[in-house]
């Protein structure tokens, strides 16, 4: 007798722990669910938020490609030995973008505000895939750091080539706040100048070098900006 009730007893409260068990494993289950859910609405609104800025930023490096490539025109022009007044004005017709491409350096600060804000708020945490996270850290570490490298030793030539000009060749300065003076007479005394003074056409030579490299390493960075879109598209594909 007293088995039998043990017996009842026990399948009756094995019965209540398995579910017990149930529940709470279900409830378990509906919670990660929920989380994982929540997860990837939070995943996919970063990988679009990204994608929104990529946009923003090939158009960016498509403006300083093309300003790039016309300080390189440029300078080519005033050092070459077929100067022409004709090939400097299909680049610009104002004498104060001549000076801007001698005396001025042109940074990279391409939009970069909702990397920063996913990185500083911890929602990088939230970007599973490696090829969007090897691309993203290329781009905006290795890439990026080695364009303003190129960009600080390109202003302290800048600088040099200040001195140079204020010591030697002030007129040009003169020249360029002169309204009376044209374009074709300001590119005339600086292509004059360069011609006279090697240590000027040395500075404006070695100036020239920086800026293909320049160049060249965006061309590295619009690479890597085609490779995270790549990746991009292909995980919110997966969402």
Known sequence: MKNKRFKKYAIKYLLEFIVIVLGISVSFWVNQVAVEKNENKERVKILTQLKTEIKDIKKYTNDR????????DLYAM?????????AIK???SSKSRVEYNLIYYRDFEPPMNRYISII????FKFIKSEGVKEALTRLHTINFSNINTSVQYEKLLKEHLIEIIT?????LFFA???????????SKLLKIAIDKNPVLK???IIQQKYFETKKSLLMLYKYTLEELDYELNK???YY
Do not use: V
Request: aromatic content about 10%; hydrophobic content about 25%; cysteine-free.
């Open 65 to 72: 490609m093309k300003y790039w490539q016309d300080d390189i």
């Open 78 to 86: 005033f050092l070459s030995s077929e100067f022409q007044i004709s």
């Open 90 to 92: 299909e680049i610009t």
């Open 120 to 123: 500083n708020t911890g929602s």
């Open 167 to 171: 010591k030697n060749h002030p007129e």
């Open 176 to 186: 360029s706040n002169d309204s009376k003076i044209s374009i074709e007479e300001y």
């Open 202 to 204: 040395s500075n404006l």
């Open 235 to 237: 995980t919110l594909e």
